[in-house]
């Protein structure tokens, strides 16, 4: 197989000194966009191909806490149910036995050995997400990157999340306080007056035009403003080309202002009733080539931004729009917990049950009602100006929504998207029931505060059923940013996954814990496949052939492109056929996964993985693992192993997943593994050893069930 070049998603090796941060108010509306720019631009090593969204479980990586038995279980049994690759999961050992730590803990211990991880191992193209299994702290006290900001406001508290800090990861990595500014997640939807902002590089610039619309210096500040479109791609130019008109028509050159509305509408500009209601554009009205180009204008509502799929290679800007310069946006990685084990958070069976039923859930299209409840709490009334909005769009979209009045949906009710405010409840005696694949929200101080027995936590919603939540890991205030936005249901329905939703929802996540399946997507509609392999075992002298038959049903979404993804690193990109070949070097002795992951178009690029195993040389030159099915978990019982074909000079790791758990000696063949340092549940184990030629020769991957 020919090995392509990765890039360089995290720029480990051009993190800044720290020195020398930016001061200026969190509460100015520059703040977000311009605070981080000169940082990330050090941070950033820009890839050249074009970048693609979405995510399915190749896209993830699983973080497991290597001392803790609860931690090792979760992942055990997400991993394999979600087909996770193995060389997707990573073993942390040193994580803080705490639910909370400071900020430089965080990027030491957790943070940094993570990214560093996913470089090394070649994942750095295709990771869109980092979800950490049970038993890591997620309270993170941030106190000393953000003490230097003067004049912040008062309702930025400093404690962050471990997701939040995840998700803005350049500007923890760099120390920049700007990931607690309230619109530092620029990748979340928005009303879609937020496309009429300009993309500027610099604050510099920013002042310039400001400066010149305040003088009515119109052309001049038109002119300023395609000066600006020149380094941008062509396609993200029309809110642009949409303001240089609106200054063109003030400064009363018609002919203009109709001329760049054209180009606006060509390039992508699609709501009409905004260019009629503009009142920049009053005088134009009446001008017949206006009155013609308008008409070619398709008339999308200027209401809310629409769904899409998340992309970590891609820089979100000022007005939500993705470039590749990351002059003009930031960069994100999302990040969920997958299940809270310890304080008040759910126990281990609780866990697994809920995270198998949310498994199950995927492409079902639950029929249930949305339900946002009323009170006179402020913790409903802080987002109860949006639920109109989001109901609206959810009828529109054939789903049962409405606002009850009351603390909880009433009796019977079954639900498939719950919003509500209250610091307290009893889910047990409301007499509702979720839905599988069901998101459930509710505003309070500490939802995910796991230590303090004050207000019932998200991790409520779990136990009963729900597939994600989130709460607050310390006292947020009643900010609609900090929580997700009622628009978060239509994401979902839309199509995107249970991740891709909430960060599309919440533009200030810093403090947001999220627990639950990130790729549960119960309305998608993937772009689903059949693949058929021509033989199990392949050489340099028989390729592999695979033939895939698209799914044309109306539960399916026709594929555009199709990643080949070898031993979990992305190989290549291609459009997708449904023919394909697949030639193997003569020195790739050994087994290798073969997945193939199909991806819809835009803007949600829904994806759908098939996964198959080959085994490439002749006989001789393969390495076999031999263990039992099952096995019985103490913790002073090992599970016995024994590798065939062992007649090299060089010793045989074995793994678990991608973590080396033993080594065999040259010439001997057998093992004693502890059971606790496995874990219960599902556990993958590879026989590996390295080649006379430096290569790598694996086994076919062994699964063994470890029963309590």
Known sequence: MVLFSRDSLFGLNKLPNHKGLLHCSVNSPRFVHFLFLPI??????????????????????????????????????YS????????????LSNVPNSDQITVDQFRELILIPILKEIESRGLAKHIQGIAYSADFPTAIDIQSDIAAVENKSPYLTPVGSINGLTYLFRMVLAKNPGYIGFESNLFAARP????????IGSEEQAKELAELIKASQHE?????IESLMLPIDKELTYPMLVLSAQQWALAGN??????????????GWSYRDQIMNDPSFASL?????????????IDQPFEYLPSRGFDSRTYYTANTLGVKDPKYGVSYLMSMVLAVTRDLGNTRPESLRNLQTSIGADYTYPQGSFIYTKTADVRTTSRQGNFELAIRNLNARGMKARVVDGVLPPKGEKCSGLMIGTPDFSWSKSGCAFLPGAIADNLTSLGG????NSQTKATEFLRFGAAASSGAV??????????PHPMIHVHYVDGLTAAEAFYSSVTCPYQLLIVGDPLCQPYCKPPRFAATASSPFVSDKQPLRVSLDVDTSEQSTEPELLQWIMDGVLRRQTPFDSQLQILFNPSEAGAHEVRLVALAGKPLENRFEKSFWVSCGEAKDQLVLKGPAKWRFTERKSLSLAVENNESTSEVRILHDAEVVGTIAPGSSTLELSTYQLGLGPVRLQAMRTGADGREIQSLPLEVLIEP
């Open 449 to 452: 505060a796991m230590t303090t």
């Open 285 to 297: 009205k009446e001008n017949k080539d206006f009155q013609r180009i308008i008409k070619r204008c």
């Open 40 to 77: 990330l631009v050090a941070l950033a090593c820009i890839p050249s191909e074009k970048c693609w969204a979405g995510a399915s479980a190749s896209n993830w990586v699983v973080v497991v806490n290597a001392d803790s038995l609860n931690s090792r279980t979760v992942a055990n049994h």
């Open 192 to 199: 879609a007056a937020r496309l009429l902002s300009p993309l």
């Open 80 to 91: 394999v149910e979600r087909n996770i690759p193995s060389r997707n999961v990573i073993v």
């Open 474 to 483: 310390t006292e947020p205030y009643s900010i609609q940013n900090k929580f």
């Open 220 to 224: 001049e500040a038109a002119k300023f």
């Open 254 to 267: 018609e002919a203009v202002a109709i001329k760049r509305i054209e180009q606006a509408i060509r390039a």
